[in-house]
């Protein structure tokens, strides 16, 4: 019989293995808890595990049990009731205490809650971000890449234990022993031909010395051979790895946020909560994706993270001001040939005047040609505004590259990110 035996160090009392059988089995179950925790969470409060629980009957465990039918002798240890030929009462359905936690009341036996556990922060992450991506990320030229990927390339007589080529190595060794041995063999194998020769003389004509020595020299050579080891430092040979520079994915996402007057503290907590899920997104998921924080009222200026999220700042509303602010980041520091470029904006759909039909051209002319992807999320329980107008006719023109969304309330925040940041087909 064969024993297969996991090595792998786990926690203590823990199974990673098998808790991660657990969450590919009841993923749906577990998403749709995550889900929820997502909508109730506060802006702050993203990076925590969750606690999630599972209905007992949808973990239930398949059982072998006899079908009806047939004869069958059981004996019943400690029987005190029952006697052969009694005939027992079917138990009836409803809350018998039997463990299934459904039913009606009893005065005995126990039930069973929901099945309860605790997801850790990388689980948890994982589950929210499950099946969304980047869209049309494309490889760029090579011009100043840090971007390396290892390539074989043959072997070499220096290299760590881990890659050692076997193969290799003992044919070294076979010929270095060949080698080696060759002229051991032939210098002893010429001794034993005159041994045999000098023992097959006539006892008379022999000569003791000559037998003595040859015999002495036969020894010699056979430890010797024995001397020569089987493989040596020197047959040692190692795969070869050279680091071969790569098309680089870098990638710049824009967070574009209005935070003019017209924008409630509940609007803006929406949208915070928003790039919050984008921005945690973009950190898990991918090393080089740079991250740029525009705010804007009837002026743009690119912040920090910190004051992105939690500055107090507001004014009128000139939404065109934040696309010319992202063109002329995009000219001054991330070419298109070389970046693949994102903007996500958040707005209540309130702007100035005719500066709609400005946000319009700035994007058709000068920013949709170089951005991979612009989505555009309005945050307002209205009617759309002369914004969202313009946007579309951008959208019609950009289809697979534009997308448009609106939020009403909260709980409208994570099933809008999934939908415009969703793996799609390559286009």
């Known amino acids: 019989m064969t024993y297969f035996i996991d090595r792998r160090a786990n926690a203590k009392h823990k199974s990673a293995v098998n808790r991660q059988r657990f969450l590919d089995r009841y993923r749906t179950h577990i998403k749709r808890s995550v ?96 099946g969304l991506e980047l869209p049309h990320l494309e490889r760029k030229n090579l011009v100043d890449l840090d971007e390396v990927r290892q390539v074989r390339a043959g072997v070499s007589r220096d290299g760590t234990p881990a890659r050692i080529n076997i193969v290799r190595s003992m044919r070294e060794a076979q010929a270095r022993r060949i080698a080696m041995r060759a002229p051991i063999r032939r210098a002893l194998r010429e001794a034993t031909e005159a041994l045999a020769e000098e023992e097959r003389k ?64 509940a609007h803006k ?36 993270e910190e004051e992105f999220f939690y500055s107090r700042e507001t004014g009128g509303t000139i939404v065109s001001s934040a696309l010319t602010l992202v063109d002329e980041i995009i000219e001054a520091r991330y070419p298109s040939g070389q970046w693949n470029l994102y903007v996500a904006q958040a707005s209540d759909g309130d702007n100035w005047d005719d500066d709609s039909v400005a ?3 700035l994007l058709v002319e000068r920013l949709m040609p170089r951005l991979q992807y612009f989505t555009y999320v309005e945050i307002t329980p209205h009617a759309h505004q002369a914004l969202w107008e313009e946007y579309e006719r951008v ?14 309330e909260a709980g409208d925040i994570y099933p809008v990110f999934r939908e415009l940041f969703k793996r799609r087909a390559a286009f």
């Open 269 to 304: 907590d929406i949208a915070k909560r928003f790039f919050l899920l984008l921005y945690l997104f973009l950190e898990r998921n991918y090393e080089k994706v740079e991250l740029v924080f525009v705010r804007h009222h009837t002026a743009a200026k690119e912040v920090d």
């Open 359 to 361: 946000c319009r051209k």
């Open 395 to 408: 959208e019609a023109e950009y289809d697979a590259r534009f997308a448009m969304r609106q939020i009403v």
């Open 35 to 130: 889900e929820e925790a997502v909508n109730r969470r506060s802006i702050t409060d993203m990076e925590r595990g969750e606690k999630v629980s599972i209905p007992a009957r949808d973990i239930s465990e398949p059982v072998f049990q006899h079908g009806p039918g047939g004869k069958r002798a059981i004996v019943a240890p400690g029987n005190k009731e029952f006697v052969e030929g009694d005939r027992l009462r079917r138990p009836g359905g409803g809350g018998g205490g039997d463990g299934a936690g459904e039913g009606g009341a009893s005065n005995q036996g126990e039930g069973m809650d929901e099945f309860a556990f605790t997801l850790s922060r990388e689980e948890f992450l994982d589950f929210v971000f499950d």
């Open 202 to 265: 006539d006892p008379v004509l022999r000569n003791p010395a000559r037998i003595s020595a040859l015999k002495e020299e036969i020894e010699r050579l056979e430890k010797r051979l024995e001397a020569v080891p089987f493989i040596d430092t020197y047959d040692l040979r190692y795969n070869n790895l050279i680091d071969q520079p790569q098309p680089s994915s870098k990638a710049v996402m824009f967070c574009v946020m209005d935070v003019s007057g017209s924008m409630t503290q």
